[in-house]
């Protein structure tokens, strides 16, 4: 790959894994909510990508809990206890496409970095296996999963933060994201955005400014990427 992009900085939770973060969100509304309303759109658009005290007031407070301030407190102290528990079930598993799309990356001379708003995300990572050895969170080389910053995605904080410990420059990154919110802070870093539409979700990715957006990371046109831009790849 040339110099035009020399980073790319990927979420965790819907880019890497398959997480079951939507479903302990879900489960831990029980007694506050109707765990049926906490709808894969909900999730999507109000909580994923977001730090986690963030995503339960924004959650509360859309599904008409009153008090959601606070109660957002209690709501997120009791959607982490439920999502270890679905962890340590074995809940989580890497999406095949996303760690072809790493390896690729690595393989070509690219700089890698995780930066996900949960704090879950680097003891997930070191849970998955990759095919020759080691573990997923082996293959970057920076991972800034769960670092508290001032402001939270859709503010470019965090994003700013791991391409300075990438050592390239923002406009020279690209970041990966499956949510909005990422999606927002990626363009507001000044960095090139690629949305993964998994579930059906590309409308709000591109509403969201994404340059991009693919069902699957195979989808990408990995020659484009190497001479600085996000292509779709053609048969």
Request: charged share 25%; with cysteine.
């Amino acid at each position: 790959m040339t110099s035009c992009l020399a980073g790319a900085i990927l979420d965790v939770d819907g880019v890497l894994l398959a997480s079951p973060h939507e479903r302990a969100w879900r489960e831990a509304l029980d007694g506050l909510a109707d765990p049926a309303a906490f709808t894969p759109e909900l999730y999507r658009s109000q909580v994923a990508g977001r730090p986690r005290h963030d995503g339960a007031v924004a959650a509360l407070r859309s599904l008409g809990v009153r008090d959601a301030g606070v109660r957002a407190a209690d709501y997120a102290v009791r959607k982490q206890g439920r999502l270890e528990a679905l962890i340590a079930d074995g809940q989580v598993h890497a999406f095949p496409d996303a760690v072809r799309f790493l390896l690729t990356l690595k393989d070509a001379g690219m700089r890698v970095a995780a930066a996900s708003s949960s704090k879950n995300a680097t003891s997930m990572m070191r849970a998955i296996p990759l095919p020759e050895g080691g573990v997923l969170s082996d293959a970057l080389d920076v991972d800034l999963s769960g670092r508290e910053m001032a402001h939270g995605k859709p503010a470019p904080d965090l994003f700013l933060a791991a391409a300075k410990a990438l050592g390239v420059a923002p406009s020279a990154c690209f970041v990966v994201e499956d949510a909005a919110a990422g999606i927002r802070a990626a363009k507001a870093g000044g960095m090139q955005a690629l949305g993964v539409a998994r579930f059906g979700e590309a409308a709000s990715l591109k509403a969201a400014g994404a340059d991009l957006v693919v069902a699957s990371l195979d989808e990408v046109d990995l020659k484009a990427l190497g001479e600085g831009r996000l292509a779709r790849l053609t048969t």
